[in-house]
């Protein structure tokens, strides 16, 4: 990498040898020597960077765009029959997983459409032309698919409030989580009852290590406080708050999830736990197949491992302790901890309570 320091100190010495010679006018060349040399020189330092400016510039212009107010949809006009699913996408080994995933959901009459938000910047166009045709064709209903391609790998790109969302709700959710769909539509009617709640399955909670003094990411039997985006389900304007609000703070929190290159989840769960001073809602699945969860074992020759393995969560103890630094530097920034816990979780349907003996046996009275 150049330094700009040495082009400076390149360019004075060539000011300095023309200007030795005791002519005016070669002096005076000197200066303009200096003025090209600067341009060029300093040409190649922005060439050499350009990647991580232009990634940046990116950004900062998509944001101006869905964060202008007046760019965003009319609340009155957005759909609250249905949700849009927005699925996030990185792995190339996943593709194949992605693809069945987004064809499920489009088949859910809940679905209005399913964007899957490709943040790998390194993958070839030829790969993202031959994955947005596949996607295209997959649909198993009405609900579109769209391949949304990234200009960075920004987790924090996942809650953009893009102009193509026109619902109510929206269902954030990872490439390798196959939920069934009477989970979702039961999720979905139990988001209408809670709008200003987040819904979702896989749950997590915050504790404090009283012996370090620092906050904990962990797992708790009886209560939660995060919910996670292997399925979160939300009201649209909590993207804009996120991406929009919350003034230098909440840029300074987008700064870290970028830094630590996760934590996301959590930080839209201090934002909505900030507003409404309560804790998330879990709903019961039917059906949730999690093929990147570590304690998967591979042993029927399905490709499980290839899944697995490239999962940010499967590194266990390192993902629990960063995760545990991104609750402590999110409460320093806001202040105090807006997270509040959740107790029980929502189920489609009770069953049946009682044993009876039927044979020689118990059995839930219903069997």
Same mark, same amino acid.
């Given at each position: 990498?150049?330094n700009?320091?040495?082009?400076?100190?390149?360019?004075?010495?060539i000011?300095?040898?023309i200007?030795?010679?005791?002519?005016?006018?070669?002096?005076?060349?000197?200066?303009?020597?200096?003025?090209?040399?600067?341009?060029?020189?300093?040409s190649?330092?922005?060439?050499?960077?350009?990647?991580n400016?232009?990634?940046?510039?990116?950004?900062?212009?998509?944001?101006?765009?869905?964060?202008?107010?007046?760019?965003?949809?009319?609340?009155?006009?957005?759909?609250?029959?249905?949700?849009?699913?927005?699925?996030n996408?990185?792995?190339e080994?996943?593709?194949p997983?992605l693809?069945?995933?987004? =064809?499920?959901y $489009?088949?859910? @009459?809940?679905? +209005? #459409?399913? &964007?899957?938000?490709?943040g790998? !910047?390194s993958? %070839?166009?030829l790969?993202?032309?031959?994955?947005?045709?596949?996607?295209?064709?997959?649909s198993?209903g009405? =609900?579109?698919? $769209?391949?949304? @391609?990234?200009? +960075? #790998?920004? &987790?924090?790109?996942?809650?953009? !409030?893009?102009? %193509?969302?026109g619902?109510?709700?929206?269902?954030?959710?990872?490439?390798d989580?196959e939920?069934?769909?009477?989970?979702?539509?039961?999720?979905?009617?139990?988001?209408?009852g809670?709008?200003?709640?987040?819904?979702?399955i896989?749950?997590?909670?915050?504790?404090?290590?009283?012996?370090?003094?620092?906050?904990?990411?962990?797992v708790?039997?009886?209560?939660?406080?995060?919910?996670?985006?292997?399925?979160?389900?939300?009201k649209?304007?909590?993207?804009?708050?996120y991406?929009?609000?919350?003034?230098?703070?909440?840029?300074?929190?987008?700064?870290?999830?970028?830094?630590?290159?996760?934590?996301?989840?959590i930080?839209?769960?201090?934002?909505?736990?900030?507003?409404?001073?309560?804790?998330?809602?879990?709903?019961?699945?039917?059906?949730?197949?999690?093929?990147?969860?570590?304690?998967?074992?591979?042993?029927?020759?399905?490709?499980?491992?290839?899944?697995?393995d490239?999962?940010?969560?499967?590194?266990?103890?390192?993902?629990?302790?960063?995760?545990?630094?991104?609750?402590?530097?999110?409460?320093r920034?806001?202040g105090r901890?807006?997270?509040?816990?959740?107790?029980?979780?929502?189920?489609?349907?009770?069953?049946?309570?009682?044993?009876c003996?039927?044979?020689s046996?118990?059995?839930?009275?219903?069997?």
């Amino acid at each position: 990498m150049v330094n700009p320091s040495e082009v400076l100190l390149l360019c004075w010495s060539i000011k300095y040898h023309i200007r030795v010679d005791s002519n005016r006018v070669e002096a005076k060349m000197g200066v303009y020597a200096v003025a090209i040399c600067l341009f060029f020189s300093l040409s190649v330092v922005l060439c050499l960077r350009i990647p991580n400016l232009s990634s940046d510039i990116q950004k900062d212009t998509i944001l101006s765009s869905v964060c202008h107010r007046g760019n965003q949809p009319n609340p009155r006009t957005l759909r609250s029959d249905q949700l849009t699913v927005l699925i996030n996408g990185y792995s190339e080994s996943r593709i194949p997983l992605l693809q069945s995933i987004a =064809a499920s959901y $489009s088949a859910s @009459p809940a679905v +209005s #459409s399913v &964007l899957v938000l490709w943040g790998n !910047p390194s993958t %070839s166009p030829l790969t993202l032309s031959q994955l947005a045709h596949n996607l295209s064709v997959s649909s198993w209903g009405n =609900a579109a698919i $769209s391949l949304v @391609p990234q200009s +960075s #790998s920004s &987790l924090n790109a996942r809650f953009l !409030p893009r102009l %193509s969302i026109g619902t109510r709700a929206v269902l954030v959710c990872d490439d390798d989580v196959e939920v069934d769909l009477k989970t979702v539509e039961f999720a979905f009617r139990m988001w209408k009852g809670n709008p200003d709640r987040l819904i979702g399955i896989f749950v997590r909670s915050h504790d404090i290590d009283m012996t370090r003094k620092e906050w904990i990411y962990t797992v708790h039997p009886n209560k939660y406080s995060i919910v996670l985006t292997k399925f979160m389900m939300m009201k649209r304007e909590y993207l804009f708050k996120y991406s929009c609000g919350g003034g230098s703070p909440m840029r300074e929190m987008r700064k870290i999830v970028d830094e630590m290159r996760n934590c996301e989840d959590i930080l839209m769960n201090f934002v909505v736990a900030e507003e409404t001073n309560t804790g998330p809602l879990m709903v019961g699945a039917e059906r949730a197949r999690d093929w990147g969860d570590p304690r998967n074992e591979d042993s029927d020759g399905d490709g499980l491992r290839l899944v697995r393995d490239v999962g940010l969560s499967s590194r266990k103890a390192e993902h629990r302790k960063r995760r545990g630094k991104c609750i402590t530097e999110f409460h320093r920034v806001f202040g105090r901890m807006p997270l509040r816990f959740s107790y029980g979780k929502l189920v489609s349907s009770v069953g049946e309570q009682g044993l009876c003996k039927k044979g020689s046996n118990l059995v839930l009275c219903d069997h």
